[in-house]
């Protein structure tokens, strides 16, 4: 009997001490939060910070001692995943998720195994810890009798509900609302709300601009690239990396390192499709959501529309895309297949015959591009640039990093237009090509490549911009302004530029969005770390753009 009383408390102890490491292992800055509020004297967030903490220490009680082992179960397998997410996160960005974050970053067709790799380290101290955590609350031991009481049920629920309300209340007000939270809730409180959160107004409103005549040239078309980094097309850097468009440099007007409208794929596709007036962002009642759509303007103006997805599965609700604007295209291409950088060649096929068609056509397109991990951007006999990182490799070693890199725009970029042009009619065609971001290559030490809310470089938005035409009178004017905008341009000069390819009246255009690529550029935009879409009335943080005529990394 006694020995059966030892046994138990020594269970006991241990299990407690292995949860209180667990916590103690993936939760930070809580300590740092508790100063913040003590310091500024915020005496009602600060009750909330530890009414939430003490709900969240209570259900992890009730988890770690009830008597009812399936719900214990999962209970656990909850936990855990959100643990292992929020502390994953964590160790790479350096910060706590938020819904902003969560809003600009989502993409599921990145949940893959090589992606998960590309972190690894990060990932098996993420596990590690939140193993330790589970251990702890596995651990069989004599049941507490007040979590005897059906009550009880209720307990872990209780910090789920609390955090995503917070986040719900203050979500306009602040990007901070999860620092220092329980990791063990903290998805299971976002998640919820980021489902029922939806920022995707369903109407958009019309096209209230005046023709005043006909488009400039039968094709234009809208490249835009995924992870392409304007430093490293060797139009503005010599890398090695774009020999084939460097020998063709007499059709492309260079507008040297330009800058994303944001660091995050989401926002800057939905700015480039959608248009926006940097001028008004954030204001209560603009919506860049709400916008007409290019595929609207473009079918006005007379052309047929196609839309040609090389990311993702489906066209469907990507890029805060709806079913009304993609209505509006008359042709939707998906192309997918297990070999990512086999897509590319293909949309250079497609766009070929495409361009071949009698009537004028507008593309947009959505490369595969060279997202992490770069790997599945080339095929295995085109890696020129060694040694480089392989297939579930973790991202610590730079130089080798980099030299995937390399490889990935070689063949994603050159390859494309090596395959591309020489097929196409460029008398009859204006090409602009663009990337949705840049990429941080561990420039800061910081693993995190794009989309990132704090400790954002400015190489993280650092992209291409180039236009290709060899209409006489086209080429001649943006050869000029790219000459005049070097090193000046951003994706916001972008849609303003298709409308007036489209035969939009300029100045209207510019009053209602922006200046177009053919204007002087005097006063160069910076980028947007984050969400534009005004989830909860949540302001842009404007990130400034500094001179990159010297840019060097």
């Given at each position: 009997m006694i020995n059966t009383k030892r046994a138990s408390k020594a269970r006991n102890t241990i299990k407690l001490i292995l949860l209180f490491a667990g916590l103690s292992l993936t939760n930070h800055s809580v300590v740092a939060q508790l100063d913040h509020f003590l310091e500024f004297e915020k005496y009602f967030p600060l009750t909330v910070f530890l009414g939430i903490w003490f709900s969240a220490l209570a259900a992890l009680l009730y988890v770690a001692f009830t008597p009812r082992r399936i719900e214990r179960v999962i209970w656990v397998?909850?936990?855990?995943?959100?643990?292992?997410?929020?502390e994953a996160y964590y160790l790479i960005t350096g910060d706590r998720i938020t819904i902003q974050a969560l809003d600009g970053m989502w993409d599921p067709?990145?949940?893959?195994?090589?992606?998960?790799?590309?972190?690894?380290?990060?990932?098996?101290?993420?596990s590690i810890s939140t193993l330790i955590l589970l251990?702890?609350?596995?651990?069989?031991s004599p049941t507490i009798k007040i979590f005897r009481l059906k009550i009880t049920m209720l307990t872990p629920?209780?910090?789920?509900?609390?955090l995503g309300g917070l986040v719900y209340y203050i979500g306009a007000s602040t990007a901070e609302e999860t620092r220092g939270m329980p990791s063990q809730f903290l998805y299971l409180g976002l998640f919820p709300i980021f489902a029922i959160s939806d920022p995707q107004p369903l109407e958009k409103s019309e096209v209230e601009l005046d023709i005043n005549a006909g488009p400039r040239v039968k094709n234009v078309v809208l490249i835009v690239d995924e992870s392409v980094s304007g430093d490293f097309v060797d139009l503005n850097r010599m890398r090695g990396t774009t020999p084939f468009l460097l020998s063709e440099a007499d059709i492309i007007a260079n507008f040297g390192l330009a800058i994303s409208a944001t660091n995050c794929s989401y926002s800057s596709n939905a700015i480039l499709r959608l248009g926006a007036d940097p001028r008004r962002i954030g204001e209560p009642e603009y919506s860049i959501l709400a916008h007409p759509s290019v595929w609207k303007y473009a079918r006005l103006a007379g052309f047929e529309t196609t839309f040609i997805e090389a990311q993702h599965i489906s066209a469907r609700r990507q890029y805060f895309m709806n079913d009304n604007e993609l209505a509006l295209v008359d042709n939707i291409l998906t192309i997918s297949d297990d070999n990512g950088y086999e897509r590319d060649v293909e949309v250079a096929n497609k766009l070929t015959g495409i361009l071949s068609r009698t009537g004028p056509q507008f593309v947009y397109i959505n490369k595969f591009g060279a997202h992490f991990p770069y790997h599945r951007s080339y095929p295995e006999n085109r890696e020129i640039f060694s040694p480089a990182m392989q297939a579930y490799e973790s991202i610590t070693d730079r130089p080798r990093l980099v030299n995937a890199y390399k490889n990935a725009v070689r063949w994603s970029v050159d390859e494309f237009f090596s395959s591309l042009l020489p097929g196409i009619d460029l008398s009859e065609t204006v090409l602009i090509y663009t990337s949705?971001?840049?990429?941080?290559l561990l420039d800061d030490g910081n693993p995190v490549t794009h989309c990132r809310r704090s400790q954002e470089t400015i190489a993280e938005a650092l992209i291409p911009l180039l236009v290709m035409t060899m209409d006489e009178n086209l080429n001649a004017a943006f050869s000029r302004a790219a000459v005049k905008n070097h090193n000046l341009a951003s994706h916001f000069e972008i849609f303003p530029t298709l409308l007036n390819l489209f035969g939009y009246d300029p100045k209207s255009v510019e009053k209602r969005y922006y200046q177009s690529l053919l204007e002087p550029i005097d006063e160069p935009l910076g980028f947007i770390s984050g969400p534009v879409t005004g989830r909860f009335g949540r302001q842009p943080d404007w990130q400034p753009r500094g001179t990159l005529d010297n840019f060097e990394r």
């Open positions: 397998l909850l936990i855990g995943v959100s643990t292992l997410l929020a067709s990145l949940i893959r195994l090589d992606m998960v790799g590309f972190y690894g380290t990060y990932f098996l101290q993420a251990i702890g609350l596995l651990i069989s629920v209780v910090p789920c509900l609390l949705d971001h840049g990429q941080n």
